[in-house]
């Protein structure tokens, strides 16, 4: 059983570009959630993927985006780097099944971003 | 909306000393509740969960928490912590809300244990 995977490791861009994260879900997980890690914080809730549609999202602006594909896997889009997006962007995948509270998620070792 | 406090930011303790880490928690619905680990230079990884029953719960490495309904908390304890278990700890909260299934950490606690 593989777990989460996630790439890149490291990202360095500049402001006002665009960047795509990428993250494999562990085997028989079928959602996949992202968060953002400011360096000394906790990590906070970007958005879920379940069904390769967004189930539920957080505070973030739209220029987060993201997509799940038919094998589970999924993307972090961001456009328009600001400075303030600097992090370590956690994806985390999970098994929901039908309505109700999700199951345990299983976290990724990360991509840690640098916006200069 | 939810939220989750952890009031330990920092704790240093010597190898074999009692560990307690605090976490509260404000949600009135059902919740399920978390504690992550992040050893240095590693990812996030479980060490505990409650979903229901037992309030009282075991997890990996000797750790323990116990839920509490009436105080909203889910404490962190492990009766004698060694060097390896200098981490950060995060307490987590999970609700399926508009939001979906998403987690609400704490800000986390950085455990250094002296040895």
């Known amino acids: 059983e593989t777990g989460v995977t996630q790439s890149p490791t490291h990202l360095i861009k500049t402001r006002g570009q665009q960047v795509t994260l990428r993250c494999s879900s562990q085997s028989g997980h079928n959602t996949v959630s992202w968060y953002q890690q400011a360096l000394g914080q906790g990590p906070q809730f970007i958005f879920q993927y379940y069904r390769e549609e967004e189930n539920g999202r957080g505070n973030f602006p739209p220029r987060f985006s993201g997509l799940q594909f038919p094998n589970y896997s999924s993307e972090l889009n961001v456009n328009a780097l600001e400075l303030d997006d600097s992090a370590l962007y956690l994806c985390?995948?999970?098994?929901?099944?039908?309505?109700?509270?999700?199951?345990?998620?299983?976290f990724g070792p990360g991509t840690r971003l640098t916006v200069l | 909306a939810q939220s989750v406090s952890q009031h330990n930011h920092h704790v240093i303790l010597s190898e074999a000393a009692s560990l307690e880490l605090g976490c509260n928690y404000s949600y009135g619905g059902t919740v399920n509740l978390f504690w992550y680990v992040q050893y240095p230079g590693q990812h996030l990884q479980l060490l505990l969960k409650y979903f229901s029953g037992d309030p009282l719960v075991k997890g990996i490495k000797g750790f323990e928490a116990e839920f509490i309904k009436s105080k909203f908390s889910f404490n962190l304890r492990k009766p004698s912590v060694q060097w390896s278990d200098t981490a950060e700890y995060f307490c987590?909260?999970?609700?399926?809300?508009?939001?979906?299934?998403?987690?609400?950490f704490g800000g986390g606690t950085r455990l250094m244990v002296k040895p």
């Open positions: 987590a909260v999970n609700s399926n809300n508009n939001a979906g299934n998403m987690l609400t």
């Open positions: 985390a995948s999970s098994w929901e099944g039908l309505a109700g509270i999700g199951d345990t998620q299983y």
